[in-house]
């Protein structure tokens, strides 16, 4: 962040001007949001930079929506006074929100905005009861755990977890009138080992209400019961899908990104093994993820089909839209930040540590 001005003073015109120069061709107005390389978290509208507020910190930011052409973030502000934890927070239009009061380390790592004008966010924080747990074969420490958590505007919705063990909410969507939030909840090693194997389970809540499958017998039972974690969430009105990634061999060191329907029907997608999904969306027809792989490789899906956006390990896909079948994937390529229109780089000329969010809407004419 402190070196912000400087490049912004060397680069001068340079940046702006390559900036709007990558979007003249663009038929659409774009919207981006993304960390720079140098601390700066920051959102674009057809090239133009602005930075989000972070007043006493640094601003980390994690996810992002539009509506009405106001720009919604939700991310962290991370102290620079040692006293204080780093807080979960929104921005709307650059301007900060505090979520937590620095007492304890919190994130928002989603956000959406209901038809009424509530922004929406969800994320964790350590705030739950200090629990025993075993750091080694036969040592104990005490520790706080993290806690999934809802907030509407600027005040705690709900706590969704226990504080027993680590969870978070990873997406928050609108689902018809409800709050639809996913994560992932019971984060721990399993103990057996003196080296353990990773432990999470895939967690859905409605409402604040934990949410599964109805059985033969009546009965409701977890969408996912494995180990595994949703990141992602899409409704078009009519079919919901979540993604994340799936892990059924605790004792390799890989996992596969998976997509679900309401049914909880796991489908494994192809080219996805150590994938960590980063986004979705839908055009009503159609479903679309985007991820990257361990090798930094950056790729999309449609219907369940892999597309590579570079032949190597130079990319990754942070985040997805489409319009009127034109597949946008905002990421990086090589250092630098932008997206892909149809398989085609569009670059911002900045270097960019990751992007998180991009919205689409047709040029008013």
């Given at each position: 962040m402190k070196n912000l001005l400087r490049i912004t003073m060397l680069l001068g015109s340079t940046l702006g001007l390559a900036a709007m120069t990558s979007c003249n061709t663009e038929p659409n107005d774009v919207w981006l949001c993304g960390n720079l390389s140098d601390g700066t978290a920051v959102y674009w509208i057809n090239g133009e930079q602005h930075t989000l507020e972070s007043p006493g910190g640094e601003a980390v930011a994690y996810d992002?929506?539009?509506?009405?052409?106001?720009?919604?973030v939700a991310g962290q502000l991370q102290p620079k006074d040692r006293t204080k934890q780093p807080y979960a927070v929104y921005w709307h239009n650059g301007k900060i929100?505090?979520?937590?009061?620095?007492?304890?380390?919190?994130?928002?790592?989603?956000?959406?905005?209901?038809?009424?004008g509530d922004v929406i966010t969800a994320g964790y924080a350590y705030d739950g009861p200090v629990t025993r747990?075993?750091?080694?074969?036969?040592?104990?420490?005490?520790r706080r755990m993290s806690v999934a958590k809802c907030w509407k505007n600027n005040t705690e919705l709900y706590s969704l977890t226990d504080g027993k063990w680590d969870a978070a909410c990873e997406d928050v969507i609108m689902y018809g009138p409800n709050i639809l939030l996913i994560g992932y909840d019971l984060e721990r090693n399993r103990f057996e080992r003196f080296v353990d194997p990773y432990y999470r389970r895939p967690s859905i809540w409605i409402n604040g209400n934990s949410y599964g499958k109805s059985t033969p017998q009546g009965e409701w039972e977890p969408l996912h019961d494995g180990c595994g974690a949703f990141y992602t969430a899409c409704y078009n009105g009519i079919d919901l899908h979540i993604a994340g990634y799936s892990d059924d061999n605790l004792e390799s060191y890989g996992y596969y990104a998976c997509y679900w329907d309401e049914q909880g029907w796991e489908k494994e997608l192809p080219d996805s093994y150590n994938v960590r999904i980063t986004g979705s969306c839908t055009d009503l027809?159609?479903?679309?993820l985007c991820g990257t792989n361990d090798g930094n490789q950056g790729i999309y899906w449609k219907n369940g089909?892999?597309?590579?956006?570079?032949?190597d390990g130079s990319s990754s896909a942070?985040?997805?839209?489409?319009?009127?079948?034109?597949?946008?994937v905002a990421g990086t390529q090589q250092g630098q930040g932008g997206y892909?229109?149809?398989?085609?780089?569009?670059s911002l000329e900045t270097r960019v540590e990751n992007m998180v969010g991009i919205y689409i809407k047709e040029k008013q004419k």
């Open positions: 992002m929506a539009v509506v009405n052409g106001d720009v919604y929100h505090l979520l937590t009061d620095g007492s304890y380390m919190s994130c928002a790592k989603a956000v959406t905005v209901t038809d009424a747990t075993r750091s080694a074969k036969f040592e104990y420490t005490h027809s159609d479903w679309y089909k892999s597309a590579k956006l570079t032949p942070d985040a997805i839209a489409v319009l009127h079948g034109d597949v946008y892909w229109r149809n398989g085609e780089f569009q």
